[in-house]
C-alpha cells in the first residue's frame, strides 16, 4: 500500500513537472516576440532620448536628460500640444458617451428595418480615417461655407478648418462622428443584458423614465462605460490621422496634438532623439492616467 501510494506521488511529481516543461514551452515563443518587438525597441527608444542623434547620422553623443529638459523649459510647441490633446480628449469623451447612450437607447427599440439602420449606422467603423478625413475636408471647404452663406450664419460661411478658434471642433466633429460606431454597439449589447423584468417590475411600482434609467440600466452599463472610457480616452489623446488629412496641425499650430508633433519633430524636422523624448513623456503621463484609473476603479471594487 505504501509503496502504491509512493508510486503514485512519484507518477503526480513527473505529470507536474510535464506541464510545467510544456507551458514552458509554449511560453517562450511568446516572451521572445514580446520582448524583440515592444521590451528591446522601449529600452533602445531610453537611450536614443538620452542622446542627440537625428535619425542619419551615425554619429551618436550621449546628452543625458538634455532633451527632457528642453520639452519642459524651452518648447512652448509641446505645451501647446499638450493643452489641445487635454480639451480635445475631454470634449471627445463627453459626447461619446452622451451621444453614445443615447443612440444605443434608440436602436435597442423592436422597429420595422432597425437591422438596416444599425448596419448603416456601425458603417463609418470600417472606413479608413484618413479617408474620412480627406472627404471631410472638402466638404469643409466647398459645402459648409456656401450653406452657410445661404442661411445666412456667419461662423458657418468660411471654413472652419481655417479658424484658430473653430477647427479643434471641425476636427472633433469628424472624430465623433467615425468613433461613435464602436462605442454604440458595445452600449446596444450591454443593455441587451439587462432583464426586461427590472423594467417592468419598476413600471409597477410607479417609476418613471428617467428613474428607470437611473437605477436599473446605468448601474447595468457601468462596465460598458469603463470600456468605453478607455477606449475613447486612448482615441482622444492618440489622434493624428484626421489631423493630418484635415489641417495639417494648422492654422498657425493650434491644432497640433502631441502625436502630430512627434511626427513633425522625427521626419520633418530631424530631431530624432527630441521626438523620442516627447514620447516617452507622453507614454509617462498616459501611465500615470492608467494607475489613476486602476486605483479608481479597485476602490469601487471594495465599496461593493
Same mark, same amino acid.
Given at each position: 500500500?505504501?509503496?502504491?501510494?509512493?508510486?503514485?506521488?512519484?507518477?503526480?511529481?513527473?505529470?507536474? !513537472?510535464?506541464?510545467?516543461?510544456? $507551458?514552458?514551452?509554449?511560453?517562450?515563443?511568446?516572451? $521572445?516576440?514580446?520582448?524583440?518587438?515592444?521590451?528591446?525597441?522601449?529600452?533602445?527608444?531610453?537611450?536614443?532620448?538620452? +542622446?542627440?542623434?537625428?535619425? @542619419?547620422? !551615425? *554619429?551618436?553623443?550621449?546628452?543625458?536628460?538634455?532633451?527632457?529638459?528642453?520639452?519642459? +523649459?524651452?518648447?512652448? !510647441?509641446?505645451? *501647446?500640444?499638450?493643452?489641445?490633446?487635454?480639451?480635445?480628449?475631454?470634449?471627445?469623451?463627453?459626447?461619446?458617451?452622451? %451621444?453614445?447612450?443615447?443612440?444605443?437607447?434608440?436602436?435597442?427599440?423592436?422597429?420595422?428595418?432597425?437591422?438596416?439602420? !444599425?448596419?448603416?449606422?456601425?458603417? =463609418?467603423?470600417?472606413?479608413?480615417?484618413? +479617408?474620412?478625413?480627406?472627404?471631410?475636408?472638402?466638404?469643409?471647404?466647398?459645402?459648409? =461655407? +456656401?450653406?452657410?452663406?445661404?442661411?445666412?450664419?456667419?461662423?458657418?460661411?468660411? /471654413?472652419? %478648418?481655417?479658424?484658430?478658434?473653430?477647427?479643434?471642433?471641425?476636427?472633433?466633429?469628424?472624430?465623433?462622428?467615425?468613433?461613435?460606431?464602436?462605442?454604440?454597439?458595445?452600449?446596444?449589447?450591454?443593455?441587451?443584458?439587462? =432583464?426586461?423584468?427590472?423594467?417592468?417590475?419598476?413600471?409597477?411600482?410607479?417609476?418613471?423614465?428617467?428613474?428607470?434609467?437611473?437605477?436599473? #440600466?446605468?448601474?447595468?452599463?457601468? =462596465?460598458?462605460?469603463?470600456?468605453?472610457?478607455?477606449?475613447?480616452?486612448?482615441?482622444?489623446?492618440? @489622434? $493624428?490621422? %484626421?489631423?493630418?488629412?484635415?489641417?495639417?496641425?494648422?492654422?498657425?499650430? #493650434?491644432?497640433?496634438?502631441?502625436?502630430?508633433?512627434?511626427?513633425?519633430?522625427?521626419?520633418?524636422? /530631424?530631431?530624432?532623439?527630441?521626438?523620442?523624448?516627447?514620447?516617452?513623456?507622453?507614454?509617462?503621463?498616459?501611465?500615470?492616467?492608467?494607475?489613476?484609473?486602476?486605483?479608481?476603479?479597485?476602490?469601487?471594487?471594495?465599496?461593493?
Amino acid at each position: 500500500m505504501a509503496n502504491r501510494k509512493k508510486k503514485q506521488g512519484t507518477t503526480n511529481q513527473v505529470v507536474a !513537472r510535464s506541464r510545467r516543461l510544456t $507551458f514552458l514551452a509554449f511560453s517562450i515563443p511568446g516572451i $521572445f516576440l514580446y520582448s524583440m518587438f515592444f521590451i528591446y525597441p522601449v529600452l533602445m527608444g531610453i537611450y536614443y532620448s538620452l +542622446t542627440d542623434w537625428n535619425g @542619419i547620422s !551615425r *554619429n551618436v553623443n550621449f546628452i543625458g536628460l538634455a532633451n527632457y529638459v528642453k520639452i519642459f +523649459t524651452k518648447s512652448p !510647441r509641446f505645451r *501647446n500640444a499638450i493643452t489641445f490633446n487635454l480639451r480635445y480628449t475631454v470634449m471627445y469623451v463627453a459626447l461619446i458617451l452622451v %451621444l453614445g447612450i443615447f443612440l444605443a437607447l434608440i436602436l435597442n427599440h423592436k422597429v420595422k428595418g432597425i437591422t438596416f439602420f !444599425r448596419a448603416a449606422f456601425f458603417l =463609418p467603423a470600417v472606413l479608413c480615417g484618413v +479617408t474620412v478625413g480627406l472627404i471631410y475636408g472638402q466638404i469643409f471647404y466647398r459645402v459648409v =461655407p +456656401t450653406v452657410g452663406k445661404a442661411l445666412g450664419i456667419e461662423a458657418l460661411s468660411t /471654413n472652419i %478648418l481655417g479658424s484658430k478658434q473653430l477647427a479643434i471642433y471641425g476636427i472633433l466633429f469628424v472624430s465623433v462622428w467615425q468613433g461613435l460606431a464602436m462605442p454604440t454597439v458595445l452600449f446596444l449589447a450591454g443593455l441587451q443584458t439587462i =432583464p426586461t423584468d427590472l423594467y417592468e417590475s419598476a413600471m409597477i411600482d410607479g417609476a418613471n423614465s428617467w428613474q428607470r434609467f437611473k437605477f436599473i #440600466t446605468m448601474p447595468f452599463l457601468i =462596465p460598458v462605460i469603463t470600456v468605453v472610457l478607455i477606449l475613447s480616452v486612448k482615441g482622444g489623446l492618440g @489622434i $493624428f490621422d %484626421l489631423i493630418v488629412a484635415l489641417t495639417d496641425g494648422g492654422p498657425a499650430r #493650434t491644432t497640433e496634438s502631441v502625436s502630430y508633433l512627434v511626427y513633425a519633430d522625427a521626419f520633418k524636422n /530631424n530631431k530624432f532623439s527630441f521626438a523620442i523624448a516627447e514620447s516617452v513623456v507622453v507614454g509617462m503621463i498616459l501611465a500615470l492616467i492608467s494607475v489613476v484609473q486602476i486605483i479608481f476603479q479597485n476602490k469601487k471594487k471594495v465599496n461593493r
